[in-house]
Structures are given as C-alpha cells and as structure tokens.
C-alpha cells in the first residue's frame, strides 16, 4: 500500500484523469479491510460489549453481513467468571449493538447443571450489568467480569487462585 501512495505521489506533475482516479479508489478499497484488521475484543466494544467476553485462545473470528460472528478457538476449554462457563472449539452468535442473540458453543454452570447460553445482552452499559439468558433463568451479572478475556484452560482443568497446586479436575 505504501509503494502505492508514493506512485501516486510521484504522478503529481500529470494531472489525473477520471478512469485513473475510479482505478486507484477502487485498488484503495479492495485493500481496505487488510490494511486494518481487528481483534474480537476490538469488534465487541464497537458493539457496545464488553472485551471480555470471549477467552484469550481465540484463533480467528469471522463476521458476516448479517452480523452472523463465528469465533474460533484454539480448542473446547474452561474459564471461569463468576461461575464455570464452557466454551467449544466455535462458538456462533448474531451479533447486535448490545448483544449476542442465539448464542451457540458457550454453556454455564448453575447449581450444579451446564446449562447453555442462549443470548447476553448489554441494555443499558450505565447501569454496570450485563444479561446472560440461560433458558430457565436470566442472570444479571457485573460488567466489571468482563473487562479482560478470561483465562481459558483445556477441557477439564480450571485454574483456581487459592489452590496451592493451582488446578482442580472439573466434570462437565
């Protein structure tokens, strides 16, 4: 892209004309989408989430046009926000201003049951809460939870502060 700018720089004594322009707007744009590339974490709080949401082993992500988001990770793992949460290799959701609707890949831990997340929703970012939809129940829990991607161990270990060995087998 650069030696592109410096091309054009270099054709400042010619004048351009209207095909060479439409040319280099339409090189500019074909170009555009690699020229900045964003995290997921960047992509959630452009829309209105928290960075947090997803682990830290997430490999790739893809957003389609109908804002269908497909976060891929390293591989199936566990984390822990207030409770145990789950999340598969890929995990699908729609993604709008505020919210993950139709959530798939990602269960919870409640009273001793995995239970899947079905949508989480930010209503409103001032009140501090954020809404996880568990089928059952609604869970409102601290924004606070979120502000950094969580720690995300292979299927059947957990990190536990406090812990001297610092792990625990867990049983889905």
């Known amino acids: 892209m650069d030696s592109l700018l410096l091309l054009l720089l270099h054709r400042r004594h010619r004048p351009f004309t209207m095909s060479s322009m439409l040319a280099v707007s339409a090189i500019l ?15 959630l709080q452009s ?17 389609n046009e109908n804002g269908r ?18 999340f598969e290799r890929l995990i699908t ?7 993950l609707i139709g959530v798939e890949g990602l269960t919870q831990e409640e009273l001793f049951l995995w ?7 930010v209503d409103d970012p001032k009140s501090g809460l954020i809404l996880f939809d568990i089928g059952l129940a609604h869970k ?27 792990e625990f087998q867990t049983q889905r």
């Open 93 to 99: 959701a729609n993604l709008n201003y505020g919210g």
């Open 47 to 63: 829309r209105g989430l928290p960075a947090g949401l997803f682990p830290n082993n997430v490999k790739s992500y893809n957003l």
């Open 69 to 86: 988001l497909e976060v891929y990770l390293e591989g199936p793992c566990m984390a822990k926000f207030e409770n145990r949460v789950y």
């Open 115 to 121: 239970l899947p997340v079905k949508d989480i929703i």
């Open 140 to 166: 409102q829990l601290s924004l606070s939870l979120f502000e950094d991607p969580p720690v995300c161990k292979p299927q059947g270990v957990l990190e536990i502060s406090g812990r001297k060995n610092g």
């Open 29 to 43: 744009i074909l170009l555009l989408p690699f020229a900045e590339s964003y995290s997921v974490q960047e992509l």
